[in-house]
């Protein structure tokens, strides 16, 4: 079965709105990732992996996790021109329907390249990689007008600095795309409150708990969403396995809502995948509550897979997971039964989504996902009396290259 486009934003498309929906930048790595390790390797010893898939990653993640939920992506970032790059370039563009107009191939630079070895759903990661050849600004120039752009807060290329200086995201903006940002962990352990001044010319801010409490010095993530509610239009802090919050002082609305119950076995790209949800349901102009079930069901979703952007869920992943939710919720107990109340609005949304939409992409390592138990609830966090996922025996999915 052929994959088909889904577009959630068909009906706020019109001829002179902008090209794409969302753009980025940042540093693309190639990802091997090796799951099923019994222990990770003792020196002078050799182990062996039951799995192993390779797909694009860094920035990768959150480009895929948006072109899967359908936004109009296109990515700006440095590609080698080894046969890491021209992987990674081609499975973004041709596989994903990633934009890569803006992103440009540096003769004799090596791609970055990450190996991730998961042993007893945690990981660890090797990298080597070297300093982009170019400034993103530099070759970005001018962005292609967008609805949305993502970023990562950092001292070091700081939103509204002094000097009238600009960077691509803030060129951007003034071309009408709103900024949401996330912030990166800090090694140092310093925590700057003046990172959180660059949130003046920003539309949303996304960190998780233990970030907003760092940079608010509030003790609790409520009181840090607070915090950060003074401070940007759209505040949401992320908590993990309890959940989000979020604060919408352009809609006046104020929603926690709990996460899905999983068992999860990798939790990365995670929080990609939650602002791509985020994002896509902002710019639907889904009521706050939504946004925010949506975002989390597609963090639940990639959680239980291994591997970054190969587990970044599709339209047909989530419509999967819808039915399976609805037909269990009457014979499912109070979970269940909760479970359907608080997606319900995902009524309005599935039936349109084709037949064949896009799923997230099979690899070697797919045969993993859907294991355990979690509370009565298999990890398709559908109820345990619902029909498991994996018995379509053909189910419709993009090509992967496999290892």
Same mark, same amino acid.
């Given at each position: 079965?052929?994959?088909?486009?889904?577009?959630?934003?068909?009906?706020?498309?019109?001829?002179?709105?902008?090209?794409?929906?969302?753009?980025?930048?940042?540093?693309?790595?190639?990802?091997?990732?090796?799951?099923?390790?019994?222990?990770?390797?003792?020196?002078?010893?050799?182990?062996?992996?039951?799995?192993?898939?390779?797909?694009?990653?860094?920035?990768? @993640?959150?480009?895929?996790?948006?072109?899967?939920?359908?936004?109009?992506?296109?990515?700006?970032?440095?590609?080698?021109?080894?046969?890491?790059?021209?992987?990674?370039?081609?499975?973004?563009?041709?596989?994903?329907?990633?934009?890569?107009?803006?992103?440009?191939?540096?003769?004799?630079?090596?791609?970055?390249?990450?190996?991730?070895?998961?042993? @007893?759903?945690?990981?660890?990661?090797?990298?080597?990689?070297?300093?982009?050849?170019?400034?993103?600004?530099?070759?970005?120039?001018?962005?292609?007008?967008?609805?949305?752009?993502?970023?990562?807060?950092?001292?070091?290329?700081?939103?509204?600095?002094?000097?009238?200086?600009? @960077?691509?995201?803030?060129?951007?903006?003034?071309?009408?795309?709103?900024?949401?940002?996330?912030?990166?962990?800090?090694?140092?352990?310093?925590?700057?409150?003046?990172?959180?001044?660059?949130?003046?010319?920003?539309?949303?801010?996304?960190?998780?708990?233990?970030?907003?409490?760092?940079?608010?010095?509030?003790?609790?993530?409520?009181?840090?969403?607070?915090?950060?509610?003074?401070?940007?239009?759209?505040?949401?802090?992320?908590?993990?396995? @309890?959940?989000?919050?979020?604060?919408?002082?352009?809609?006046?609305?104020?929603?926690?809502?709990?996460?899905?119950?999983?068992?999860?076995?990798?939790?990365?790209?995670?929080?990609?995948?939650?602002?791509?949800?985020?994002?896509?349901?902002?710019?639907?102009?889904?009521?706050?509550?939504?946004?925010?079930?949506?975002?989390?069901?597609?963090?639940?979703?990639?959680? %239980?897979?291994?591997?970054?952007?190969?587990?970044?869920?599709?339209?047909?992943?989530?419509?999967?997971?819808?039915?399976?939710?609805?037909?269990?919720?009457?014979?499912?107990?109070?979970?269940?039964?909760?479970?359907?109340?608080?997606?319900?609005?995902?009524?309005?949304?599935?039936?349109?989504?084709?037949?064949?939409?896009?799923?997230?992409?099979?690899?070697?390592?797919?045969?993993?996902?859907?294991?355990?138990?979690?509370?009565?609830?298999?990890?398709?966090?559908?109820?345990?009396?619902?029909?498991?996922?994996?018995?379509?025996?053909?189910?419709?999915?993009?090509?992967? %290259?496999?290892?």
């Amino acid at each position: 079965m052929s994959v088909q486009a889904y577009d959630p934003l068909a009906g706020e498309r019109t001829p002179e709105g902008p090209q794409f929906d969302v753009f980025l930048a940042g540093t693309v790595f190639l990802d091997i990732i090796f799951t099923g390790l019994p222990a990770m390797p003792a020196a002078g010893t050799e182990i062996w992996a039951e799995g192993m898939g390779s797909c694009p990653g860094g920035i990768a @993640n959150l480009a895929i996790a948006t072109s899967r939920l359908g936004l109009r992506t296109s990515l700006a970032a440095a590609f080698g021109d080894d046969d890491y790059g021209d992987f990674c370039w081609r499975t973004l563009e041709e596989q994903e329907s990633v934009d890569l107009s803006r992103s440009r191939r540096f003769e004799h630079w090596h791609s970055p390249v990450t190996v991730s070895m998961a042993v @007893n759903r945690d990981r660890s990661m090797v990298t080597h990689g070297h300093p982009a050849p170019m400034p993103a600004s530099e070759m970005i120039g001018t962005p292609p007008r967008s609805r949305a752009v993502i970023v990562t807060l950092s001292p070091e290329e700081p939103l509204g600095s002094p000097g009238g200086s600009c @960077n691509w995201a803030e060129l951007a903006h003034r071309d009408g795309a709103l900024i949401f940002a996330d912030v990166g962990w800090d090694p140092s352990g310093a925590w700057p409150g003046s990172v959180l001044d660059q949130l003046a010319v920003c539309h949303a801010f996304m960190p998780n708990a233990i970030e907003a409490m760092a940079y608010t010095g509030a003790e609790t993530p409520r009181d840090a969403l607070y915090a950060l509610a003074d401070k940007v239009p759209l505040a949401v802090v992320t908590d993990g396995a @309890n959940g989000a919050m979020a604060i919408d002082s352009t809609t006046g609305e104020e929603a926690f809502v709990p996460a899905p119950r999983v068992t999860a076995l990798d939790p990365t790209g995670a929080g990609d995948v939650f602002g791509a949800g985020f994002v896509l349901g902002t710019l639907s102009r889904w009521p706050l509550a939504d946004r925010l079930a949506f975002a989390g069901v597609c963090a639940a979703l990639a959680v %239980q897979q291994f591997g970054g952007s190969l587990a970044a869920p599709g339209w047909g992943d989530i419509a999967d997971w819808w039915h399976e939710v609805r037909a269990a919720a009457d014979r499912s107990g109070a979970y269940g039964s909760s479970l359907a109340r608080r997606y319900a609005f995902l009524d309005r949304l599935v039936p349109a989504v084709p037949v064949g939409a896009v799923r997230r992409a099979a690899a070697t390592i797919a045969r993993y996902a859907d294991v355990g138990m979690d509370g009565g609830m298999n990890t398709s966090m559908a109820p345990s009396s619902a029909p498991p996922r994996h018995e379509d025996p053909d189910p419709p999915r993009r090509p992967v %290259q496999k290892e």
